[in-house]
């Protein structure tokens, strides 16, 4: 498996992947648990090989999902009743409070300041967290529980980081000095790990995907904008064919929005899973009107051994042309060919992302598989993208990568406190941002700003 990853990942020297450092690290590990047919060991050790690729298109799929639901349950089945989330001016509070919960009958508020973790200031418990050796996603419902993937970039592992910090095995203890919003006084909280199925985990998410689907839905909002949902650019059910009918939607809402006169559209990619290009490029296309440069691909050519280029794509006019600005709100689960289309978006004459995060950092071509015993698969990428010049585009490296939001959410205590209460604060700031554009076109024209 090693030998075939080594020489087929697409982005070793991007990443600068030390490969023979890898397996010496690793394969003594997995070949004793192979030797003691310990398939929990087995597991652990394949799982810490993945992570130690960062690459969210670096996969591993279990069949059976017993062990790692068991080693879930063990190692983050429980937890402490609150959300923590680091502020941009490096501060940590508690963005949710289970109600009813041990954080709230310790007495900690919503947006209380947790000043340590354990005896350790916040900021180096966060980062602490050892995210490869903890899964967490077969303690979550919904699709894809059997796989697992690392964060490709360093700002999308520390949300990891932050979001297992209040996680941990069931009875476990956690001490936290604290301060409430309004006060003065620091307060101490011992507090215990309770089984909550899950439930913390899914309280506050800012890498939040939709369910996995092909559906496009759009609408008119209030504001006078046009709004678009994309989940994936792929039909589920024959993914190996372009989905017309995903294109067909997407064309049938702009000629709406332009029949409504609407002010600005929003395409909503956050957690989009991807697909394949050619639609994303297409797309973009509508906000285009002159041909724009896309990418060039490159993927792994079995009959050499290096990778070969198969063609260059183009983003292409598309009717109707929607000539008003247009925002793409993103998140560290906007993944893959999703990404392109915010990058499509952002370098569109009008066009603009934002977000409170960039996007994943996972624009590789995925594809590559290796079956391993006891059901497990390794997945992995086998192609690149690159820019006009040549250079591998949008996927990270050195822990910077994806794409960035033109208009960054900022981090302060009042947003995230109602992004945590439910509050769809991206959303809010794009539409703030078309008002902007609106009221920035009516003065242009000499006409009353929009206030």
């Known amino acids: 498996a090693h030998e075939k990853l080594s020489r087929e990942y697409a982005f070793t020297e991007w990443k600068g992947i030390d490969w023979d450092y890898l397996y010496e690290r690793f394969a003594p590990e997995v070949q004793s648990a192979s030797a003691a047919r310990d398939e929990r060991a087995f597991y652990l050790q394949l799982r810490q090989y993945v992570f130690s690729i960062p690459d969210g298109h670096m996969t591993l799929v279990a069949k059976n999902t017993d062990i790692p639901a068991d080693v879930a349950r063990e190692s983050a089945g429980g937890g402490f009743g609150l959300n923590v989330v680091e502020l941009d001016n490096t501060r940590a509070i508690a963005a949710r409070v289970t109600p009813g919960g041990q954080a709230a009958l310790a007495g900690i508020e919503p947006g209380a300041e947790i000043i340590t973790w354990n005896c350790l200031p916040v900021a180096m418990a966060i980062s602490g967290v050892p995210v490869d050796v903890i899964p967490y996603r077969p303690l979550r419902p919904g699709a894809f529980t059997d796989s697992e993937s690392p964060q490709a970039t360093t700002e999308n592992h520390r949300l990891e980081q932050a979001k297992l910090l209040v996680q941990g095995p069931i009875d476990n203890k956690a001490t936290l000095v604290f301060r409430n919003p309004g006060s003065d006084n620091l307060q101490v909280a011992i507090l215990t790990a309770l089984d909550d199925k899950g439930a913390t985990l899914d309280m506050l998410n800012f890498a939040a995907r939709p369910d996995f689907s092909d559906k496009v839905e759009y609408w008119m909002l209030p504001e006078g904008f046009g709004y678009i949902r994309l989940r994936a650019e792929i039909d589920p059910k024959d993914t190996g064919t372009y989905p017309v009918h995903i294109l067909q939607r997407f064309r049938e809402a702009i000629r709406s929005f332009i029949a409504s006169s609407a002010g600005g559209v929003i395409v909503d990619v956050r957690g989009n899973y991807g697909g394949l ?60 060919f999703g990404e392109g289309i915010a990058r499509s978006l952002s370098l569109a004459p009008k066009g603009c992302t934002v977000g409170f995060h960039g996007t994943n950092g996972s624009f590789g071509l995925a594809g590559g598989e290796i079956i391993m015993p006891c059901g497990y698969a390794i997945k992995y990428p086998y192609g690149f993208s690159l820019d006009r010049q040549g250079r591998v585009q949008v996927d990270s490296r050195f822990g910077e990568g994806g794409v960035a939001p033109d208009i960054r959410v900022p981090r302060n205590a009042q947003n ?16 703030d941002h078309l008002n902007r554009m609106a009221a920035i076109d009516s003065e242009d024209n000499g006409q009353p700003m929009v206030q």
């Open 416 to 431: 995230v406190l109602a992004f945590a209460e439910g509050h769809d604060v991206e959303l809010e700031y794009a539409v």
């Open 277 to 336: 290009d050619e639609l994303a490029a297409d797309i973009g296309g509508f906000f285009f009107t002159r041909e724009e440069f896309y990418e060039t691909l490159e993927v792994f050519d079995q009959r050499d051994g290096g990778f070969a280029k198969i063609g260059d794509l183009t983003i292409t006019p598309q009717e109707p042309h929607f000539g008003g600005p247009v925002v793409a709100p993103i998140n560290p689960g906007t993944k893959s």
